[in-house]
């Protein structure tokens, strides 16, 4: 729980109410009540306070109109406040409410009821609210030019960034696809006194081999049919800035000759010209290709190589970089959580166990575009292994402690007879031996929630 000495609540009334709030007695219960006016000024108190936790009542007994969801998603998705909804028995019959309380409720009540009861489930929201992880706050220190992590290969990556981007020398990044050659190439570029002239990247691999040349070099007026006037090309672009060859390893070989004539002398020809032309770029490199291999077979010089690798990173791959990959995974949350319907809190154990366990083969571009899908797709308000499309890897047996195997094989057995049982928490308690609400409890804790549940399960009073 939090450290905070009083506990917060603030209450919103939907559209004015006849009843009584029913909150006035919780100050003697150890609240301290906030009353809100507007959507607005429960957001101020949100934003404001952002390190702190609250519980959040929002009265719905004088109903509200559906097409104001949307606009209430940002107060009910606000990282640090666990809401309660209070209804009118009659309006659990209304899909917009019955949805509003489902997508971004802990619990309801049935108002009137007795305080103590209200206190109780607000305690409740306010307890889950401080146990969630903290996806709304930036967290500090670990983005290095938009790269995150904090593992050892990683700090190493930074050093050996850091020191590239004090030379001119030409720089070699290898890397599985996806682990973020692009963004350390810019990194290099950022950091280096060139900073303020232009970056030019371009993927050899993306272009037609016929074309490679001409966009390179640029060519001149009448040099093949159709180049009606000069064109520049991408080195001339780059002049006293920085040129990122991506996918090197997808430069056709009459293309490598010209580059390495280029890198030797500093100058070139566009194609169909004969005047050569000086340009200052700093080059980098990169490729998920083994380049060492494609020497072997004769699909790279050689020569070429030991020009365009002068200094060599390497990127590690995303699989070994330990707590990382659910920084990471938090970061894709953050960054697209308003994409989804509802709130999601964080990621459940079994989805945090499929992360560590998972091979990455598509690395932190994989990783990515899982959680952004995940965040789309999932039910709950954690993104599960299913939401992730991992459910297998989480049973993979890696080393865990006796802790995460019961997690795993509890969160495993209710996936199990919750789809048993289409979700019918009434079913799927007695195939488990565990009361509803006990079931329910769990389903929380293991963001396992769907849609279609059972609603009463969470009312109270
Ligand atoms: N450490 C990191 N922190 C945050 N985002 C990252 C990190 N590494 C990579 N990414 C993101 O992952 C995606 C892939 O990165 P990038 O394009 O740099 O990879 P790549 O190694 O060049 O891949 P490919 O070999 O397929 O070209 C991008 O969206 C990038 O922003
Ligand atoms: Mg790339």
Known sequence: MSAQATRDVIYFASAPTDGSPALQGLATLGWHLRRADSMPAVLKILRGHAGMRFAAVIDLRGGFDARDLAAMAPMLSAGNAGWVACVQPDQLALEPIRQLIRDYCYDY???????????????????M?????RVQDEPAGDVNDGMIGECPPMRALYRALRKSALT?????IAGETGTGKELAALAIHRHSSRHDQPFAAINCGAIAQNLVQSELFGYERGAFTGAQQRKIGRIEHAHHGTLFLDEIGDLPLDCQASLLRFLQEGCFERVGGHESIRVDVRIISATHQDLRALIAEGRFRADLYHRLC???LEQPPLRERGDDIVRLAENALRRYANEGRRVIRGFSPCAIHALHTYEWPGNVRELINRVRQAVVMADGRLITAEDLHLADEHTNMLPQTLEEARNNAECDAIQQALRRNRHRLIDAARDLGVSRVTLYRLIERHGLRRPDSDANAAGAA
Do not use: D, M
């Not at 009540?109 to 307890?127: D, M, N, R």
């Open 109 to 127: 009540v049935t108002l009137p009821c007795p305080e103590q009861v209200l206190s109780t489930v607000i305690g409740h929201a306010y307890g």
């Open 129 to 133: 609210a401080s146990l969630s992880p």
């Open 168 to 172: 001119q020398a030409p720089v070699f």
């Open 310 to 312: 002068v200094l060599r």
